[in-house]
């Protein structure tokens, strides 16, 4: 698996429009070969800041690198960057992808 991860920092009174932005948007996930499920995390809030992390869990590296190069991810992008001018946050979001190397999930309860 691999999962990818943007951090955003968002200005805290623009902190309600990037979540209904979040919210709104049409995302196509979906519809890619490989996605297995997305969050958008709420962090804590600074001084200046609140963060959020989107987290994107994909069957390989492979696969998210084909969601890069999609239609989808053009038009998500695109849908996601309409709207009012003003700035949501300090600066880009900061990119971080990580490869599974160990998973543990609980264990199935015996049948009684």
Known sequence: MFIAMNRFKV???????FEQRWLTR???LHELEGFVAFHMLRGPEREDHVLYSSHTVWASKAHFEAWTRSE???????????????PLTLG???FEGFEVIQTVEPLPKAAE
């Open 92 to 94: 880009h979001p900061e």
């Open 26 to 28: 049409e995302s196509y």
């Open 11 to 17: 200005l805290k009174d623009a902190a309600q429009e």
């Open 72 to 86: 989808q991810f053009r038009a998500s992008h695109t849908r996601a960057s309409t709207g009012s001018n003003k």
